[in-house]
């Protein structure tokens, strides 16, 4: 009878502590918790890696057989499935919002930068690795070549593709955003970028989690604020699903 | 003399409410991958080494899957964790608890000693010797050396952010995968302790009770000073 009296507490228990957890979770005190835990990583993780610490790269042998194509894997419009049989030829990639120099880049022009290749890991939110070689200008050559102007915090990466009707988007911090891995890619593996991998261009941010690396890129804006973006949250999930806006943890 | 340090009760149940909320959140997000696999990549079912089963929304958190406020809760749930465990490691060091209940000898690893202390454990509930037991010992030990350590740096190590600031510790860990893999038995090896711990600390309600109050030593039988321990710690140890 004690035994049975002590395991219906145990439950209570549970249920009363899942219940408080919701609770917390749905309370302004919980949201700010949640973003000063989240915060608190972000600040270890710069302070112990510096600004400009490296992802681990890998060699050639070490990448993964294929390389798995996620969210996104293709974009349901006649231009960019006509672009894509021909090679985008007129694809371009606007460079924009707060800067001297608003630059409407071909592939071609994107090709004749400067170029990074760097084999490394692509960690997805939910858990899974992927390993490939990327190639592409850094994300800081462009925004050299269109000179960032006064007051811009982040860089805004706007993509072609709808995902449950919303246009996808993301957004990262300058100190991401002048990170010498972070690069705007157009190949992988040697190749061009396969159409589920974001042809013809994607964003590699190779500190942080896979939805940051926004594919079919159309534009690359300096912006002052995110709120006013979207629902305001700095990217497609982030409005979407409440995921963490710092991919990093 | 109290039998359980401030410091001990203190960590104790912040840890213990810490690793429920990371435990749970945990297997919430387990669904949204339920495959494990060895070495730094790893996408594929048919690569896996164990395909997980779908936990359900009971023993999860939030109790239905929520990837995004799953993560919520485990970063939040990882901080009194992961300094939880730095303190308690300090502590324990300072103030001898390390040195007098988790230290083993040669001889508290022979499968004698374990079968004895197990067997006098069950036969009268209790200890007769002072401290912990050779199975104590061990117990204890793998939890606060191995397994609580493990959860930490294979939950750094599986951070791409981390990564950047300690490549090494993939690198001893195999890969990010394979730390993927260790975080989530280390997981259950911990949840494999807390049964057992639950188990035994519900035979006696004193002993909870103690965790909250500090608990007091019985004062020795004799008034014959102990010579071989300076510290008399006669009370029943359970979990």
Redesign the interface.
Same mark, same amino acid.
């Given at each position: 009878m004690a035994e049975i009296q #002590?395991r219906s507490l145990l439950a209570g228990v549970l249920a009363l $502590?899942?219940g408080a957890?919701?609770k917390i979770?749905a309370s302004d005190t919980g949201q700010s918790?949640?973003e000063a835990?989240?915060d608190?990583? #972000?600040a270890v993780?710069?302070a112990?890696?510096?600004k400009q $610490?490296?992802?681990?790269e890998?060699t050639r042998a070490?990448r993964?057989p294929?390389f798995?194509g996620n969210g996104s894997v293709t974009v349901e419009d006649a231009f960019y499935q006509e672009q894509l049989a021909k090679g985008f030829p007129e694809w371009r990639l606007m460079v924009g919002g707060l800067v001297e120099q608003p630059l409407a880049l071909s592939l071609s022009d994107v090709r004749a930068l400067p170029q990074r290749t760097q084999i490394t890991?692509h960690?997805?939110?939910?858990?899974?690795?992927?390993?490939g070689e990327w190639t592409g200008p850094q994300l800081s050559a462009l925004l050299d070549a269109a000179r960032i102007r006064e007051g811009a915090n982040f860089i805004l990466f706007r993509c072609a593709d709808t995902l449950y009707g919303n246009a996808y988007y993301e957004s990262i911090d300058m100190v991401e955003a002048y990170h010498p891995q972070t690069i705007i890619a157009h190949l992988l593996n040697g190749e061009p970028l396969p159409e589920k991998n974001g042809a013809p261009l994607r964003a590699r941010i190779?500190?942080?989690?896979g939805y940051k690396h926004a594919k079919y890129l159309t534009g690359i804006e300096a912006v002052a604020s995110l709120d006013d973006i979207g629902k305001g949250k700095g990217g497609f999930?982030e409005d979407l699903?409440?995921?963490?806006w710092?991919?990093?943890? | 003399m109290i039998k359980h340090a401030l410091s001990t009760r203190l960590w104790h149940w912040v840890n213990a409410a810490a690793i429920?909320?990371l435990f749970m959140s945990g297997l919430n997000?387990?669904n949204?991958?339920r495959?494990l696999?060895w070495g730094?990549?790893?996408?594929?079912p048919k690569d896996a080494w164990l395909s997980v089963i779908r936990f359900p929304g009971w023993a999860t958190?939030?109790?239905h899957y929520?990837?995004?406020?799953a993560?919520?809760?485990h970063?939040?749930g990882?901080?009194p964790f992961g300094v939880g465990l730095l303190f308690i490691w300090v502590a324990m060091l300072v103030n001898g608890h390390f040195r007098r209940r988790l230290v083993t000898r040669p001889s508290d690893w022979t499968p004698a000693a374990v079968i004895a202390s197990l067997k006098a454990h069950s036969a009268d509930g209790s200890d007769a010797g002072h401290g912990y037991n050779p199975a104590q010992k061990i117990l204890y030990g793998g939890v606060f050396g191995v397994l609580l350590p493990l959860m930490v740096f294979t939950g750094l190590a599986?951070?791409?952010?981390?990564?950047?600031?300690?490549?090494w510790l993939?690198e001893v860990l195999g890969g990010?995968?394979s730390a993927?893999s260790l975080h989530f038995i280390a997981a259950w090896g911990l949840f494999g302790f807390f049964v057992i711990h639950i188990v035994l600390a519900?035979t006696d309600w004193r002993l909870i009770l103690e965790m909250f109050t500090g608990g007091r030593i019985a004062a020795p039988a004799a008034a014959v000073p102990p010579i071989e321990e300076p510290i008399t710690e006669g009370a029943p140890d359970h979990g």
């Amino acid at each position: 009878m004690a035994e049975i009296q #002590r395991r219906s507490l145990l439950a209570g228990v549970l249920a009363l $502590g899942a219940g408080a957890c919701s609770k917390i979770a749905a309370s302004d005190t919980g949201q700010s918790l949640f973003e000063a835990a989240e915060d608190g990583h #972000r600040a270890v993780q710069r302070a112990l890696a510096g600004k400009q $610490g490296l992802a681990p790269e890998y060699t050639r042998a070490e990448r993964s057989p294929t390389f798995k194509g996620n969210g996104s894997v293709t974009v349901e419009d006649a231009f960019y499935q006509e672009q894509l049989a021909k090679g985008f030829p007129e694809w371009r990639l606007m460079v924009g919002g707060l800067v001297e120099q608003p630059l409407a880049l071909s592939l071609s022009d994107v090709r004749a930068l400067p170029q990074r290749t760097q084999i490394t890991r692509h960690d997805c939110v939910e858990g899974w690795s992927a390993i490939g070689e990327w190639t592409g200008p850094q994300l800081s050559a462009l925004l050299d070549a269109a000179r960032i102007r006064e007051g811009a915090n982040f860089i805004l990466f706007r993509c072609a593709d709808t995902l449950y009707g919303n246009a996808y988007y993301e957004s990262i911090d300058m100190v991401e955003a002048y990170h010498p891995q972070t690069i705007i890619a157009h190949l992988l593996n040697g190749e061009p970028l396969p159409e589920k991998n974001g042809a013809p261009l994607r964003a590699r941010i190779e500190r942080q989690l896979g939805y940051k690396h926004a594919k079919y890129l159309t534009g690359i804006e300096a912006v002052a604020s995110l709120d006013d973006i979207g629902k305001g949250k700095g990217g497609f999930w982030e409005d979407l699903a409440g995921y963490q806006w710092y991919a990093g943890i | 003399m109290i039998k359980h340090a401030l410091s001990t009760r203190l960590w104790h149940w912040v840890n213990a409410a810490a690793i429920i909320v990371l435990f749970m959140s945990g297997l919430n997000i387990s669904n949204a991958h339920r495959y494990l696999y060895w070495g730094n990549y790893g996408f594929d079912p048919k690569d896996a080494w164990l395909s997980v089963i779908r936990f359900p929304g009971w023993a999860t958190l939030p109790q239905h899957y929520n990837l995004a406020m799953a993560r919520d809760w485990h970063i939040l749930g990882a901080w009194p964790f992961g300094v939880g465990l730095l303190f308690i490691w300090v502590a324990m060091l300072v103030n001898g608890h390390f040195r007098r209940r988790l230290v083993t000898r040669p001889s508290d690893w022979t499968p004698a000693a374990v079968i004895a202390s197990l067997k006098a454990h069950s036969a009268d509930g209790s200890d007769a010797g002072h401290g912990y037991n050779p199975a104590q010992k061990i117990l204890y030990g793998g939890v606060f050396g191995v397994l609580l350590p493990l959860m930490v740096f294979t939950g750094l190590a599986i951070s791409p952010g981390f990564q950047a600031a300690a490549p090494w510790l993939l690198e001893v860990l195999g890969g990010r995968q394979s730390a993927r893999s260790l975080h989530f038995i280390a997981a259950w090896g911990l949840f494999g302790f807390f049964v057992i711990h639950i188990v035994l600390a519900v035979t006696d309600w004193r002993l909870i009770l103690e965790m909250f109050t500090g608990g007091r030593i019985a004062a020795p039988a004799a008034a014959v000073p102990p010579i071989e321990e300076p510290i008399t710690e006669g009370a029943p140890d359970h979990g």
